[in-house]
Structure formats: structure tokens, C-alpha cells
């Protein structure tokens, strides 16, 4: 059997997997491309201190550890630990002792952060209308099949645990689709979340 090659256009032209591989490896330059140019217009370093900057915005307070940061972005706890050191260097996060446990600090973004995490992150935006053209049933369609690849890099240790609907434990997977204990409903695909507040972790 032929060795297959991925990025080979002639095994693409035959091999529909390698041609979604490749269109995925395209989509990721392009956030790529879209984040590097963000950072560069506010004077921001690296493209983690945009992802850092957003996430800070939106996450509760118990998931802004480095600790957890290093989880959720799949990279050490010291390329984080250096590009949260540049942020608080310029002034735009702080570490707070998180009580009772005076060995870790949770991560708060001063004024001055909070207000370019929010320019930094309309990085997404050329994406966000991208996808907002796709027919809502279609989008739906597309949310399910991207979650299970996810899911699946997931279970073969390629990235860490997502905190989405196929990891967790309130989540069942029905003869009529997909169903949430938490919530007690069954749920359409465009229901599904790749980030969830409720999310308990699945019993192996």
C-alpha cells in the first residue's frame, strides 16, 4: 500500500480527508494571520498575549491560573508564565493570592487590559461573517462535525480535555441525538457548546 502524504495535491485530488486536513491547516493560518495582525497594531509581542488578553475578559475567575491557562491552550506552564509576565509588565493584568491557597494567584486584567482585550479580540470578526453566511442549518451541521473532531484529538491525547458537551458527564448521546442532564432536554446540534459553564467532567 502506497504511502499516503497529506499535503500532496495529487493525493489530495483523490483522498477527501487529506482535503479537509488542508482546508483545516488553511483555516488555522488564517487565525493565525488574523491575531498576528491585531497584536501588531496594539503593540502586543506574541499571538498567545491576544488569546491570554481575550480569555481573561470572559472567564471566571477560578479558571485564571496559569495553571489552567497552560491546560486550556495546550502549552507549558512556562510559555504562559513568560507571556502573562509581559502583560504585567505593561500594565495590563495583575495576580490576585487566591484565598486559602497563598501558592497560586488568579490572573484579573486591570482597566488598562480589559480595555485592549477588547479590541484584541475583534481578531475573530473576518471569521465570525465568514461562518454568519453559512444557512443556520448548515452551520449546525458544521458545529457537530467539528466537535467531533475535537473529540476525537481529544481521546487519542492529541489536545487536553475540552470543556464542551461530548466530555462531560451531564452529556448522553440518545437514539434521538443528544441529550443534557443538566438541563434535562434533549439538544439540536446547534445547541451544542464547544465551552461550557455547567461542564463536569465525564467518569472514565
Same mark, same amino acid.
Given at each position: 500500500m502506497a504511502k499516503e502524504f497529506t499535503f500532496n495535491p /495529487?493525493?489530495?485530488? *483523490? &483522498? %477527501? !480527508? *487529506?482535503?479537509?486536513?488542508? !482546508? #483545516? @491547516?488553511?483555516?488555522?493560518e488564517a487565525f493565525r494571520v488574523l491575531m498576528w495582525?491585531? !497584536?501588531?497594531? +496594539?503593540?502586543?509581542?506574541?499571538?498567545?498575549? =491576544?488569546q491570554l488578553l481575550t480569555f481573561l475578559l470572559h472567564y471566571p475567575k477560578e479558571q485564571k491560573t496559569i495553571t489552567y491557562l497552560a491546560e486550556h491552550? &495546550?502549552? %507549558?506552564? /512556562?510559555?504562559? *508564565? $513568560? !507571556? =502573562?509576565? %509581559? #502583560?504585567e509588565q505593561k500594565g495590563y493584568l495583575k495576580r490576585e493570592v487566591i484565598p486559602n491557597d497563598?501558592? *497560586? +494567584?488568579?490572573?484579573?486584567?486591570?482597566?488598562?487590559?480589559?480595555?485592549l482585550a477588547a479590541k484584541v @479580540?475583534?481578531?475573530a470578526q473576518p471569521m465570525q461573517k465568514t461562518i454568519a453566511n453559512i444557512p443556520s442549518a448548515q452551520q449546525a451541521y458544521l458545529l457537530e462535525q467539528l466537535m467531533e473532531i475535537i473529540y476525537d484529538l481529544n481521546c487519542n491525547d492529541v489536545i487536553n480535555v475540552q470543556h464542551m458537551c461530548f &466530555?462531560?458527564?451531564?452529556? @448522553?448521546?440518545?437514539?434521538?441525538? +443528544?441529550?443534557?442532564?443538566?438541563?434535562?432536554? &434533549?439538544?439540536?446540534? /446547534? $445547541?451544542?457548546? =464547544?465551552e461550557c459553564p455547567e461542564f463536569?467532567? /465525564? @467518569?472514565a
Open positions: /495529487a493525493q489530495q485530488s *483523490s &483522498n %477527501t !480527508a *487529506s482535503k479537509i486536513v488542508a !482546508a #483545516l @491547516e488553511r483555516l488555522s495582525q491585531e !497584536a501588531k497594531q +496594539h503593540g502586543i509581542s506574541s499571538t498567545i498575549q =491576544v491552550f &495546550n502549552l %507549558t506552564k /512556562a510559555t504562559i *508564565s $513568560d !507571556a =502573562v509576565k %509581559t #502583560l497563598t501558592r *497560586s +494567584h488568579s490572573l484579573v486584567l486591570t482597566k488598562q487590559g480589559k480595555s @479580540e475583534q481578531f &466530555n462531560c458527564n451531564y452529556y @448522553e448521546q440518545k437514539s434521538r441525538g +443528544h441529550y443534557c442532564q443538566f438541563v434535562k432536554k &434533549n439538544l439540536k446540534a /446547534a $445547541d451544542l457548546r =464547544v463536569l467532567l /465525564a @467518569e
